[in-house]
């Protein structure tokens, strides 16, 4: 069984930072593209931020120069610096790893509130 850990979330004010860490320790990890999705209630899943096993990375328009996607092979991590956090950030995160098949992690919770 394929398991993606998120952690990181947590409560931030309004202008704060957050690194969100998602470690995928069973797979072959260089081998994937990995994401960073976010779905906030009452809104469907958006992919956030993509980053593939040649280090391309893809931001949604509304990240774009807040966020930063990053992967260390060697620790099969992939991580997402988050900066200038606004409360329309606030989200359920996940990763995703995709390859020959796709694997989803639980996600974490990031709330961005004064």
């Known amino acids: 069984q394929v398991q993606l850990v998120e952690s990181g979330g947590g409560l931030v004010q309004p202008g704060g930072s957050l690194r969100l860490s998602c470690v995928a320790p069973?797979?072959?990890?260089?081998?994937?593209?990995m994401g960073w999705h976010r779905q906030a209630p009452g809104k469907q899943r958006e992919l956030v931020a993509s980053?593939?096993?040649?280090?391309?990375?893809n931001y949604a328009d509304s990240v774009k120069g807040r966020f930063t996607i990053s992967r260390d092979n060697a620790k099969k991590t992939v991580y997402l610096q988050m900066n200038s956090l606004s409360p329309e950030d606030t989200a359920v995160y996940s990763c995703?790893?995709?390859?020959?098949?796709?694997?989803w992690g639980q996600g974490t919770q990031v709330t961005v509130s004064s």
């Open positions: 069973g797979i072959r990890f260089s081998r994937y593209d």
């Open positions: 980053i593939t096993s040649g280090d391309s990375t």
């Open positions: 995703s790893a995709r390859w020959l098949g796709t694997y």
